[in-house]
């Protein structure tokens, strides 16, 4: 059989044992169309098939490394996007803890208020009492 059908054969089978893109076949035909050389033993030229087949391996290995990496890049975003939702609701949280302390600082003051209120009424009442012993028939 000659080279060029050995060559021929084995990129089909190529094809058929591994899934590559098109672009790293485009770079391999000619590499393999190379090796039909009269500089190349016919000892060098079995060796030389088997070291295109690795590329062929390795360029599985790589592509499959950047799916991995490509995963873990997608689980490394959902994972950001969780803690950035967590830190929404930390920022909700505190905004509604800081409104229920605005509330519960108003309490005081309208405690403070009700105390100077009923103060007063006190006073009045004694006004109204210290009043009224000294006039006890009415007669203000």
Request: net charge negative.
């Amino acid at each position: 059989m000659d080279r060029k059908k050995q060559i021929e054969d084995f990129l089909i089978e190529m094809d058929t044992k591994y899934e590559v893109r098109d672009k790293f076949k485009q770079q391999i035909k000619p590499m393999a169309y190379g090796l039909d050389h009269p500089n190349i033993s016919d000892e060098q030229f079995p060796k030389l098939l088997d070291r295109i087949e690795e590329s062929y391996k390795r360029h599985i290995e790589i592509q499959d490394n950047g799916k991995k990496s490509l995963e873990g890049l997608a689980k490394i975003k959902e994972n950001v996007d969780k803690i950035s939702q967590g830190f929404q609701e930390i920022q909700k949280g505190t905004k509604q803890i800081n409104e229920s302390l605005e509330k519960i600082n108003e309490i005081p003051k309208k405690l403070v208020d009700a105390l100077i209120e009923l103060g007063d009424t006190f006073k009045e009442q004694e006004k109204a009492y210290t009043s009224l012993l000294k006039n006890p028939k009415g007669d203000c």
